[in-house]
């Protein structure tokens, strides 16, 4: 059986309260479960790109730079062609 939930939305009420109104969701229940199904949805792909992200750097051949010659590099292009 499931479990009721009080969830307090705040400035977020008139936007739920939207949703239903648009009859897209048949209650407030519905239209959370949604969100927390896209929420899902969006951590997942956001863990797909990281891990390929992390796969990409650690299969980079190209030697490290040191920290202090990386952050002096930054420097520079943060200063511009006027420094």
């Known amino acids: ?5 009080t969830v307090t939305l ?3 009420t008139q936007h739920a309260e939207r949703h239903l109104a648009s009859g ?3 209650s407030m229940s519905e239209l959370v479960r949604a969100g927390l199904r ?3 949805r969006e951590e997942a792909a956001l863990d797909m790109l990281l891990r390929a ?3 990409e ?5 190209r030697p490290p730079v040191p920290v202090t010659e990386a952050f002096a590099e930054i420097r520079k292009a943060v200063a511009g062609p006027e420094a």
């Open 24 to 26: 897209r969701f048949a």
């Open 1 to 5: 059986m499931a479990k009721a939930v």
């Open 57 to 61: 750097a650690l299969a980079d051949e």
């Open 10 to 12: 705040g400035d977020m």
């Open 53 to 55: 992200r992390v796969a």
């Open 38 to 40: 896209a929420l899902d």
